[in-house]
């Protein structure tokens, strides 16, 4: 078995936070880690697609799948397509000045820097602050800390009460 490795520093300049914000994207400084069995470009641009394997490892950030597409700087891609059984995302953010893990997992997951969005498809599950939310379909918004849920089956929500 062959694994492909990149690892490289974000050049992209970050932009300074205050506790409240959420975080978007990779931030100047971290150290970015690519696995994957195979990689190639496509004709297009700025695409890079991924088979086996894949993951991608930054301070704040952690992406699983059997296949990924990155579109746009690797330093700092607008757009990750991921698909497995299943495809995972674990991302950190500050919120209200406390530290938030936030977890996903579907057949199908697409995350968009430009509206800073995850998309889950397929068997998604999403957890953050104590709340995990099952279903065929999850939209979650970062920035507003919306979530949006439907598919045949329902939703399912379970909620572990603070003390």
Same mark, same amino acid.
């Given at each position: 078995?062959?694994? *492909? ?7 992209s300049a970050? %932009?300074?936070?205050s @506790?409240d914000e959420? *975080?978007s994207?990779f931030s100047a400084? @971290?150290?970015i880690?690519?696995?994957a069995?195979?990689a190639?470009e496509?004709v ?7 088979s086996?394997?894949f ?6 950030? $952690?992406l699983s799948?059997?296949r990924?597409? %990155? $579109?746009?700087?690797?330093d700092d891609p607008?757009?990750?397509v %991921?698909?497995g059984s299943?495809?995972s ?5 500050l &919120?209200h /000045?406390q530290l938030?893990?936030?977890t996903g997992?579907a057949a199908?997951?697409? $995350?968009r820097?430009d509206t ?5 498809e /397929? /068997? ?10 099952? &279903?065929?379909e999850i939209e $979650?918004d970062i @920035?507003?800390?919306r979530?949006?849920?439907s598919?045949?089956q329902g ?7 603070? @003390?």
């Open positions: 078995m062959r694994i *492909l490795v990149l690892a490289w520093t974000a050049l970050g %932009l300074a936070m @506790d959420r *975080l994207g400084g @971290d150290t880690s690519i696995k069995e195979n190639w496509d297009a641009p700025d695409t890079i697609h991924f086996g394997h993951e991608l490892r930054a301070h704040d950030w $952690y799948a059997d990924a597409t %990155l $579109y746009g700087d690797l607008e757009t990750a %991921l698909t299943p495809a995302i674990q991302l950190e953010t &919120s /000045g938030e893990t936030i997992n199908r997951i697409v $995350y820097r800073n969005s995850i998309s889950l /397929g /068997g998604a599950s999403l957890s953050r602050a104590g709340q995990t939310m099952h &279903s065929e $979650y @920035d507003q800390d979530i949006q849920a598919g045949s939703v399912h929500i379970l909620v572990n009460p603070e @003390d």
